[in-house]
């Protein structure tokens, strides 16, 4: 079973550019997550998908991230304009059912200078 | 008081030695908990679910405690390739469910 793919796996952006993070869940995984880590803190909820329609957003910050599921498969998550404290891994991952038996993918980390 | 509360160590723990460590959560009305493992710059996996009748897979035993609203993680005979940090989730119900992480238990094995 192929897991769950992100690209890219590194990238440094100065403050105010914007950048996109992709994400391909494993195949027939309805739920998707996008996670923020910053260094020695546990992984934070920013976005989750059942199909194409969103479930919680509740710690999105809308000014300036945004996230998209068209089609239910694969998704981006855009963040314009970065901020330093943006600095972070971005994780996404995937499962079956919802908040259970989750499958990460290896991250983007996302460096902000 | 946080969600999910860990220790975050490091403990530094000679080859071959017992570990345990605790996990407290602030929600009594929580239902799923996991301990998941991080290695250095790589995503989290899966270790163990945790059930209301405690579990063990090979030298990984994980209980559960509701009385205290604490997780805890043992291994037994530890391997260097234990060395890792070791994530406390538990779901939250008033959330959706949604899965709550603790920041993590830094491990090393010493040889």
């Known amino acids: 079973e192929a897991g769950v793919a992100q690209s890219p796996r590194y990238k440094i952006i100065e403050k105010r550019q914007s950048v996109a993070f992709w994400c391909n869940p494993i195949?027939?995984?309805?739920?998707l997550y996008w996670y923020q880590q910053i260094l020695g803190q546990g992984p934070k909820l920013l976005i989750q998908f059942q199909n194409n329609g969103v479930v919680d957003d509740s710690q999105l910050p809308k000014d300036r991230f945004s996230a998209e599921r068209l089609k239910g498969v694969d998704s981006t998550l855009k963040i314009q304009p970065a901020k330093l404290e943006d600095s972070a891994v971005y994780l996404c991952?995937?499962?079956?059912?919802?908040?259970?038996?989750?499958?990460f993918g290896s991250g983007t980390r996302l460096t902000v200078v | 008081r946080k969600e999910v509360e860990q220790d975050p160590g490091p403990f530094n723990v000679p080859e071959g030695a017992t570990v345990a460590f605790n996990c407290t959560y602030s929600?009594?009305?929580?239902?799923?908990f996991f301990w998941y493992r991080q290695d250095c710059r790589k995503e989290p996996k899966l270790l163990m679910s945790v059930y209301s009748s405690g579990n063990e897979d090979g030298r990984f035993t994980a209980q559960l405690n509701r009385a205290s609203q604490y997780i805890s993680l043992l291994i037994r005979d530890s391997k260097l390739s234990d060395s890792a940090t070791y994530l406390c989730v538990v779901n939250n119900p008033g959330s959706n469910y949604q899965l709550i992480w603790g920041a993590g238990t830094k491990l090393i094995i010493k040889p």
């Open positions: 991952a995937s499962s079956q059912f919802p908040n259970y038996g989750y499958t």
């Open positions: 195949s027939g995984h309805a739920t």
């Open positions: 929600n009594s009305a929580s239902q799923s």
